[in-house]
């Protein structure tokens, strides 16, 4: 992270006039070699997502009761799943991403890790998940995600499947995102800020995926009309681009505690976890490592 440039992002979203209209992505996916690369590559222990990694898997590891299942869609190249997956070695996860590239690098790394086919990705649209033929879901999640859709339309397919599951199963839901900021100098201007050090192939499709977020405001009615009062919601302080909604389960209680990863990752990655933590959503309810003696 790069402080100076943080705090003139920071300055140019307070003063600015909210200006700037959402583009799709250029590609709906992503499946070159380069980006495909440079996105898992930021990934790993020590890159700079990290952190965000690790405050997803315990925010998705409290959804989910002992031997769960859980449907995670846009998973990219799997790093966050074989993250959570480390640290829940009793739950079932599938992924479904668009982009082939994605998948196979993603199922020949939880191979190389020893999780597969308990985690496992497949090739698929995360519009149409509600079509497959599932006896059980105990959670759904969206990291990161939904900037892909095409258009507003898409979310609202998404959302129905969503709500159709939860009636069903009665599953918990996790939503992280980022949200849109007010300008297109704010937009290029936050992996400079946030990740400085990243290839510029990862940067580039940071900034089209901030440009093609949705903002909390957008998402609220339509996720309230699909999960009805279960559904809770934040957006991030401080650093006001990322946003969070869940929905607990009423399937299933008290399955928080079972994380059995540490607290949190070592080295830098653990330092910028506390403090995006403790800064930006504070309130949002993670699982904590039981006290074990």
Known sequence: MNLLRVIKMLALEAFSADSLVREPEPSAAMDSAENVEAFDQQGLQEGPMMPLYHFNSLAISRLLPEGGRLLDLGSGSGRLLAHLAAGRPDVEILGLERAQPMVDLGNRMFER??????????????????????????????????????????????????????????????????????????????????????????????????????????????????????????????????????????????TSGLWQGPARPPGRAGQDFAMFRALLLPDVPLDTPRQRV
Not at 113 to 128: K, Y
Not at 210 to 233: F, M, N
Request: proline residues 6%; glycine residues 6%; hydrophobic residues 45%.
């Open 113 to 254: 890790e020893g999780l597969f086919p308990r985690v496992r990705l497949e090739r698929g649209d995360m519009t149409a998940f509600g079509t497959r033929p599932f006896d059980r879901l105990d959670a759904i999640s969206i990291n990161l995600a939904l900037e892909h859709l095409e258009d507003f339309s898409a979310v609202q397919t998404l959302v129905a499947h969503v709500g159709e599951s939860a009636r069903k199963f009665g599953c918990g839901f996790w939503l992280f995102n980022h949200t849109r900021p007010k300008t297109r100098a704010v937009a290029a201007l936050f992996p400079e800020a946030m990740t400085p050090e990243a290839p510029p192939h990862f940067k580039a499709d940071s900034r089209n995926s901030l440009i093609a977020s949705w903002r909390y405001s957008e998402l609220l009615p339509v996720l309230r009309s699909a999960l009805g009062d279960r559904l809770h919601g934040r957006v991030s302080r401080l650093l006001p681009f990322y946003l969070a909604f869940w929905a607990d389960s009423t399937a299933r209680k008290g």
